[in-house]
């Protein structure tokens, strides 16, 4: 008989921070792991999940984490990111964050082309390409789940299942990816970070652990400002949900991040700004790091094994075509600069996984080369703003042509 034992959401935020001690001795002992800049969260997180499933097989029991604590880390890490811009960064980036929109839509296409010459040639039903390329790859589980019934009705069993499956193996091979990517291309070329990437916006050198001076009051400010952004966000979610539109809720936190970031000098120049300062990256590390330990900590893995055959046949070629895209395709139109490498990282942990994903990609990079805060700007900006919508596009375009 099996039992299901259930974590609670207090403790599930406290093994999350002990897994990310675990990852952090492994990358240490393990020197693939540091040379290919995979994130201490990530490799702590698989670690714990292999355990899970070793308890579910030797004991026939379940362990289930609940997850409240975890979301709002996550609101709060891309709050962090919107302190940390300003309106002449985002005016700098704005022709890179069209040209890596471009390449974005492009790459979905690309991903369910390649979904559907696996499914074919595997034999399966044709509508399974969107549920094996972008729906549950760049969509995620939300994405996946949102789309199973509608591929379901198309003659695909267990269209749900075989969505969050492909989700939760993009994620855990996104975050395999990504720094090894950023090593590759940056090694090759000789590349380092250039001037306008001189202040870090997330992340502490792997090499230098010390941090800058930290005080109880500027801690309290970072936690106060980082709050009332949150709270704005709140109230705007509710709004735009209000008004029948779907959105992510970090991202009007990240907003009014990013407003707070840039009119509270203007209106209250008198007033310490938080945008820059070590603190707002330590805050930003922390959230990151214990939400992505969570995420991966808790995944099923025993829950994939039905779908193993076709699900990694065909997740194989998407990993290829998306290395392939990240250094032939990325790399040398986004300028081939360091800045370059780096969103080739998150382009990676994003174009298989999940936008924490890719922020957790582009982190452990820069920690290890140095600082692109552009980075975290743009690629949040178009996972968060314009995916989805293209991505809801492709898939029906892709559905009614099946």
């Known amino acids: 008989m099996e039992h299901v034992v259930q974590i609670p959401d207090f403790v599930t935020f406290t093994i999350g921070m002990a897994v990310y001690f675990i990852g952090a001795f492994l990358t240490r002992r393990f020197k693939p792991l540091q040379n290919f800049n995979i994130p201490e969260a990530v490799s702590g997180g698989l670690f714990v999940a292999i355990g899970v499933w070793a308890i579910f097989v030797v004991f026939a029991t379940t362990i289930e984490f609940e997850f409240g604590t975890r979301n709002t880390l996550l609101v709060v890490f891309f709050t962090t990111i919107g302190l940390n811009a300003r309106f002449a960064d985002l005016v700098r980036g704005g022709k890179p964050l069209m040209i890596l929109l471009g390449l974005t839509i492009g790459y979905m296409i690309l991903q369910n082309i390649v979904a559907l010459i696996g499914v074919t040639s595997l034999g399966l039903p044709s509508a399974a390409a969107v549920l094996l390329g ?122 009014f991040g990013i407003l707070i970031a840039n009119i509270q000098p203007r209106l209250f120049p008198s007033l310490p700004v938080v945008t820059g300062t070590p603190i707002l990256a330590l805050v930003s590390e922390f959230s990151l790091s214990v939400f992505l330990a969570i995420s991966l900590m808790s995944l099923q893995l025993w829950a994939l094994a039905d779908l193993a055959g076709p699900l990694f046949i065909i997740l194989g070629a998407q990993v290829a075509m998306t290395i392939a895209f990240c250094i032939l395709v990325l790399y040398p139109m986004m300028g081939r600069t360091y800045r370059a490498a780096v969103l080739g990282a998150g382009f990676g942990g994003f174009g298989l996984g999940a936008t924490p994903t890719a922020i957790a990609n582009m982190t452990a990079v820069t920690k290890r080369y140095g600082p692109s805060p552009m980075s975290f700007i743009i690629l949040p900006l178009v996972s968060a703003f314009f995916v989805d919508l293209a991505n809801a596009i492709i898939i029906q375009v892709f559905l009614d042509v099946l």
Not at 158 to 172: C, D, K, N, S
Not at 200 to 229: C, H, S, W
Not at 244 to 250: A, R, S
């Open 134 to 255: 972008s729906a549950s790859l760049v969509g995620g589980h939300g994405t996946a789940i949102a789309w199973g019934p509608e591929v379901a009705a198309r003659g695909v069993k267990g269209a749900v299942e075989m969505g969050v499956a492909a989700a939760t193996v993009g994620l855990i091979l996104a975050a395999l990816i990504g720094g090894p990517i950023a090593k590759y291309l940056i090694s090759r070329d000789k590349l380092e970070p250039r001037d306008e990437d001189a202040a870090p916006i997330v992340g502490v050198p792997f090499q230098k652990q010390e941090l800058a001076t930290l005080d109880y009051v500027g801690f309290m400010r970072v936690l106060l400002t980082v709050n009332v952004a949150i709270i704005l966000g709140f109230t705007a979610h509710a709004a735009i949900d209000e008004a029948g539109l779907k959105l992510p809720l970090f991202v009007p936190c990240l907003i």
